[in-house]
């Protein structure tokens, strides 16, 4: 069952990212930080999102956010989107 907590974590700029695995819903490839860092041209940093697949907001922004991804992955800026819904409960999600 999913934690719920309204407390919200800010994380300072400049914070080294931990390392991470995570599968892709799409090709289930593990992507880890050290591998964003290497698949990077002059890597210097991740961007990681929290985003929801049937969240309008999401919808409503996705060209813009996939032009910004595409912007800064030229200047050396890796994004990670991590879906925080349970597969099983929210099905639309995939």
Do not use: W
């Not at 974590?9 to 990212?17: A, F, M, Q, R």
């Not at 390392?19 to 860092?37: H, N, P, S, W």
């Not at 969240?55 to 813009?64: L, T, Y």
Request: proline share 5%.
């Amino acid at each position: 069952m999913p934690v719920r907590t309204s407390k919200i974590h800010e994380v300072p700029l400049g914070t080294k990212c931990p390392a991470f695995e995570l599968e892709t819903v799409d090709t289930k490839e593990i992507v880890t930080r050290d591998g964003l860092a290497k698949k990077s041209k002059n890597f210097k940093g991740i961007c990681v999102m929290f985003l929801c697949n049937h969240c309008p907001i999401v919808g409503h922004i996705r060209s813009s956010l996939a032009l910004l991804v595409e912007m800064y992955q030229e200047q050396g800026i890796a994004f990670v989107g991590i879906m925080p819904n349970e597969l099983s409960i929210a099905a639309m999600n995939n």
